[in-house]
């Protein structure tokens, strides 16, 4: 239902968004209908969409001048400054392919994907010129720029704009193969805002190696005539939300923990200017929108993954659906096989780079096998019940979705995160949680108050589900649980 969508934007608004299928039509359209508007800007450099393009076609110049052709391959590897955000626009609007680096890579990673990939060419922060110190193709500071400006490389909608690493985070990262297409319509769609979209400040704070920090994160703010701060540091970023004051915030559920409890301490204002957060890359619990709202604070959760270019579904009837991911987004396809997610559309990746055997398994004719267990209510709004590689087999031959027991625990406002899986109790395997308490609502209990407390919560859980569903096991918590790149929990590392 794209209604749902485009309502959000007035008639105003609905004139300046819209989509361009290119990198060059994109800088080329946000130049002409917001020139004098201010883009980026780092708290002490503002730059506008006039200037911005012009330094992005400074960057081509030195791509040029290094002797990159047209569809040669370029990493990037830097912080979320304003370098790093001038290098994202210029690799693709000169017909290069972008892959923007982890800044967490040890050197021997560098060497390795620099060989795989075959770049041409590396743009690296100083701080990081050890890193490439070991690859074989040019590498130059992230901090050159030219005096002269290149012009835009010839590229077309199906034309290959970047490739991103997936969370690879139960085997070897594979990159996803991301058209121009992709990326502008996932930009796009994180265009639409219910608070209005043109003119709003945005803290870029989620990595732009990360699919959700550069689409939506980034390139979004752009696509709709708003300020994109570039933040260096994604958790001293918070202390900086009083100083910059966004007017809204794209963060995974753990960055959101972290703002909202600053706030309960200090107060509404260090909030300042924001009236929402978009959030995703993790599940997110009803009990953070209620979080939230009491600072009056929009939080909208919403679902996409790397290789749809992020975007696939967003919610903002938070009120009446919390526990919803949302409505599919515009111009996609979407339909439930043996209860698992497909979608197809234009913003679907070509497949994974130098892996047709990965690609063969999630892409069949132009759909894109999610591994989401889903269901879909009544009026259209989708709900994650479960990820297909996470499944537990019990020996009765039932499929467990471990998700599906999370949420339910997750309801629970002294279930701060949660991780059910199999376990052993006396010589036999049973599901099993693990629970990571709210600590506010924990606050003066003992250890073995808070265990029953949450033997408590599993029993009303186990109440409400099927008997092999049913937990038999409870673990507290009292570390958090290792986390990935976009804080999810590391399954894998969980033992």
Known sequence: MSNYFIDMLSEEEQKLIYYVPTFP??????????????????????????????????????????????????????RND?????????????????????????????????????????????EFKELTSQV????????????????????????????????????????????HGALMRGALNGCYHPHGAIGQRCMVILPMSHIFGSVMGFLSVLYSGSLAFAITDMRAAVGQIPVLRPTYLVLVPGLVEIILSIAKM??????????????????????LIKYAAEFGIDLYPGYGLTEGANLTSANI????????????????????????????????????????????????????????LVRFDEEGFIYITGRIKNLIILSNGENVSPEEIEDAF??????????????EVNGATVIGI???PFEPAIAGMSPEDV????????????????????VSKVIVRTEDFPRTGSMKIARNLVK
């Not at 080329?28 to 200037?51: C, Q, S």
């Not at 997750?410 to 376990?423: F, H, P, Q, S, T």
């Open 136 to 179: 074989k193709c040019t590498v130059v500071s992230s901090t050159t720029i030219s005096d002269t400006e290149e012009a835009y490389g010839e590229v077309k909608k199906e034309s290959v704009a970047a490739i991103y690493f997936t969370g690879g985070t139960t085997g070897a990262p594979k990159g996803a193969i991301l058209t």
């Open 410 to 423: 997750c309801k629970n406002d002294m279930v701060k995160d949660c991780l059910a899986r199999e376990m």
């Open 317 to 372: 009837n938070i009120a009446e659906k919390p526990d919803s991911m949302g409505m599919i987004y515009p111009e996609q396809e979407y339909k439930v096989v043996d209860g698992e997610l497909w979608i197809k559309g234009d913003n679907v990746m070509l497949g994974y780079a130098g892996n047709p055997e990965e690609t063969a398994k999630v892409l069949e004719d132009g759909w894109l096998k999610t591994g989401d």
């Open 82 to 126: 304003l370098d790093a955000m001038e290098w994202f626009l210029a690799v693709p609007s000169y017909g290069a392919i972008l892959t923007m680096l982890p800044v967490q890579l040890g050197q021997e990673q560098v060497t390795g994907i620099s060989m795989k990939f075959g770049f041409s060419l590396i743009v690296a922060a100083d």
């Open 434 to 436: 693990e629970i990571l």
């Open 451 to 470: 265990q029953k407390a949450m033997e408590k919560i599993a029993d009303e859980v186990n109440a409400s589900l099927p008997a092999f569903k049913r």
């Open 266 to 287: 200090k107060g509404k204002a260090f909030l300042g200017d924001l009236k929402s957060m978009n959030v995703g890359a993790a599940p997110v619990p009803p009990r």
């Open 25 to 78: 039509e994109f800088l080329k359209k946000v130049e002409r209908d917001f020139a004098d508007m201010p883009a980026t800007g780092d708290g002490k450099i503002t730059y506008t969409f006039k200037e911005l393009v012009s330094r992005v076609a400074k960057r081509r110049a030195v791509l040029a001048a290094n002797g990159v052709k047209p569809g040669d391959k370029v990493g990037v590897l830097a």
